[in-house]
T-cell receptor, first 115, second 116 residues
């Protein structure tokens, strides 16, 4: 079956612009996560959705970052007034259900470059 | 402070030999541990996991060992193959089912090179 898909694969923008990154999870997966991976680092948690609601947004770095999942499937990560420090690979993952003992399946990521 | 540490940024192993990747953690609330493999320009791919009630889990060529008292886990790959060359991430999560988040906390990764 289809895995997690993310669009676009690459996004180049200018400082101060607004960007939207899209994630399409595996069909039937109720849990969805966003992570950010900077060069030389492991992925870092941003936000977790269970269904339509953001159950944990403690990883969002500041109020320029926002994410939605209005119908409990596709999610969009939104970044306002982008800064050069936002440049990273943004990864989306989904899992079948909530709970600790469930592996998360990752998409290929969106590489964001802020000039 | 880093809660999951992979102290070796890189490892080179001869084809056919054993690869051992190590991971240490500091948070005693972690109860589930995973290894992911990542090729360039791709997302991490789940490899193998272990819950804190076990000390070993095996899947084909891959075995994960967990030493809770030392807060240490390791991934053994035997025999190593050139296709195993990738970056390997150790990850951990805590909080059982119920309210809370199931976010993964990752190490920085170890780049494994298997030499033919």
């Amino acid at each position: 079956g289809a895995g997690v898909s993310q669009t676009p694969s690459n996004k180049v923008t200018e400082k101060g612009k607004y960007v939207e990154l899209r994630c399409d999870p595996i069909s039937g997966h109720t849990a969805l996560y966003w992570y950010r991976q900077s060069l030389g680092q492991g992925p870092e948690f941003l936000i977790y959705f269970q269904g339509t609601g953001a159950a944990d947004d403690s990883g969002l770095p500041n109020d320029r970052f926002f994410a939605v999942r209005p119908e409990g499937s596709v999610s969009t990560l939104k970044i306002q007034r982008t800064e050069r420090g936002d440049s990273a690979v943004y990864l989306c993952a989904s899992s079948f259900r909530e709970g600790s003992y469930n592996e998360q399946f990752f998409g290929p990521g969106t590489r964001l470059t802020v000039l | 402070d880093q809660q999951v540490k992979q102290n070796s940024p890189s490892l080179s192993v001869q084809e056919g030999r054993i690869s051992i990747l190590n991971c240490d953690y500091t948070n005693s609330m972690f109860d589930y541990f995973l290894w992911y493999k990542k090729y360039p320009a791709e997302g991490p791919t789940f490899l193998i996991s272990i819950s804190s009630i076990k000390d070993k889990n095996e899947d084909g060529r891959f075995t994960v060992f967990l030493n809770k008292s030392a807060k240490h886990l390791s991934l053994h790959i035997v025999p190593s193959q050139p296709g195993d060359s990738a970056v390997y991430f150790c990850a951990a999560s805590g909080v059982g089912s119920g309210a809370g988040s199931y976010q993964l906390t990752f190490g920085k990764g170890t780049k494994l090179s298997v030499i033919p």
